[in-house]
DNA sequence: ACGACATTCTAGCGGCGCTAGACATCCTGC
DNA sequence: GCAGGATGTCTAGCGCCGCTAGAATGTCGT
């Protein structure tokens, strides 16, 4: 009773992440646009409704993709910051180059994560512990006698996410990225905020 | 032969902007994603193909949209920097704060300019003035004299756009924009870049 | 008045997210 | 060992989407 229900955990478990892998492999490959609940199903070698045994609809295993994204890229900061020398300039600076290459590098996920409407709940109580630590490696890059990193690491996040999503339609040349990295890094780390 | 033609233009014309204009104010009251050709076709009391001998296809249509949209904020972000002091910290900031309030103001304006997928040219040789005006703004904040005032535009207007959109999906807190907006404003005018 | 042309509509294609209800499979208690 | 009920899976289909072929309607120059 115990143990075949375990079993079944386990099974319920691998065909979770196999479809939120699928899913995202898809998307990496073809984009978001082409990941279909019919294409992911079959992919999958399952029907259409168990998708649905498993997420409440289409968003919530671009949630699930998305979380997924979050595991990859909070620890990708972290090594960044901590292989930074400690001066807080050059940590700034190398989590921020880090984000960008994530971007570039995976665009599909990138976009689960930042731009598709998913139920993920961002800066909030339930926020998922991936979501925050990702964060959080901003807020570490600035002073923690400063009780405004808070607020430096959402306008920093929000000045890469901008970059990164204008060049990613080519809403501003794709090429310059680097040298806006190095303009947007001089100015918030360069005078430290009155 | 000609005065009917003429005529024809004339009642075409009117008719282009009568779908621009539903399919806008569609989206404003209900969002994008309530925008379908069936009901935008209801709405201007015209079956769906008319939509088609006008625009190549939805996408064609939300450009459309978003085009009014730049014809919009050009003159707006104009107005606000022109009254604004001549001092360059000044005007960067009124700009910025009219484009935020834009954001805010006309969301679904908005997303057709920045987020949703349109044919529009950015950036390039075909850009239409309005885009290229509206960019413009942000590089005149900036002294001529720099040849680096371009750069500095799109990071301003890339950190924009990112708290607009991450406080508009509930990413970063949606209060404390006001603040984002005057460290964002104090790193990029405060220090005149190396 | 009428043939030629342009315009607009009806009807429908293939595909979407999602779900009801039939069917198979497996565990449990006798 | 086996009936019966729970569990899991599938087939089929609903209402909607963007888009288009071809019929029907109207309009114009001669």
Redesign the pocket.
């Given at each position: 009773?115990s143990a075949?229900?375990e079993?079944?955990e386990r099974?319920?478990a691998r065909?979770h992440q196999l479809i939120v892998t699928a899913a995202r492999e898809l998307a990496e490959v073809e984009g978001w646009e082409?990941?279909?609940?019919?294409?992911?199903?079959e992919r999958v070698?399952?029907?259409?409704?168990?998708?649905?045994?498993h997420f409440?609809?289409?968003?919530a295993?671009v949630g699930a993709v998305a979380l997924d994204g979050f595991s990859e890229l909070a620890p990708r900061l972290r090594r960044a910051r901590e292989a930074a020398a400690p001066e807080p300039g050059d940590a700034l600076r190398a989590v921020c180059l880090a984000y960008l290459e994530f971007a570039t590098e995976r665009p599909a996920l990138y976009q689960a994560m930042f731009v598709l409407p998913t139920d993920l709940k961002f800066a909030s109580d339930e926020t998922p512990p991936p979501l925050r630590a990702a964060f959080d490696e901003f807020v570490n890059c600035f002073s923690p006698d400063d009780d405004r990193r808070e607020l430096f690491a959402e306008v920093t996040w929000s000045a890469l996410h901008g970059m990164a999503v204008l060049s990613g339609s080519g809403r501003i040349p794709p090429g310059s990225q680097d040298d806006r990295l190095d303009f947007l890094v001089s100015q918030i780390a360069g005078t430290p905020a009155d």
């Open positions: 009773m075949i229900n079993r079944r099974e319920r065909r082409a990941v279909t609940t019919r294409r992911l199903a070698e399952y029907s259409q409704p168990v998708l649905y045994s409440k609809g289409k968003d295993i």
